[in-house]
């Protein structure tokens, strides 16, 4: 079963930064993996999606975060990175971590991190 530890959450000012990490354990190699990334859920609000990468080559980012953020993947640490610069309010979020291992599966989740930006 596919198990997903996240870190590097936590309170950050406006204008901060922060490096998210997503470790994948209980499979092979991320290699392979159909799609992995991030979503966020602030409170009130729906899920949205952060970034993720499809088939190890595409790379989606959500509209509010284009230009600020950055996910990369370590496939020999089978790790996904999100990379946060420019961290605004509206970033505050427990930020979920997903891995799909082919298009037909369900996401697995980890158990999020919150991300915080305030004064």
């Known amino acids: 079963q596919v198990q997903l530890l996240e870190s590097g959450g936590g309170l950050v000012q406006p204008g901060g930064s922060l490096r998210l990490s997503c470790t994948a354990s209980?499979?092979?190699?991320?290699?392979?993996?159909?799609?992995m990334g991030w979503y966020r859920q602030a409170p009130g609000k729906e899920r949205e999606l952060v970034a993720s990468?499809?088939?190890?080559?595409?790379?989606k980012y959500g509209d509010s975060v284009r230009g600020r953020f950055t996910i990369s993947r370590d496939t020999a640490k089978n790790t996904v990175y999100l990379q946060m610069n420019t961290l605004q309010p509206e970033d505050t979020a427990v930020y979920y971590c997903?891995?799909?291992?082919?298009?037909?599966?369900?996401?697995?989740w980890g158990q999020g991190t919150q991300v915080t930006v305030s004064e």
């Open positions: 990468i499809i088939s190890g080559v595409q790379i």
């Open positions: 209980g499979m092979g190699s991320i290699f392979r993996t159909y799609a």
């Open positions: 997903f891995l799909k291992t082919s298009s037909g599966q369900s996401n697995s």
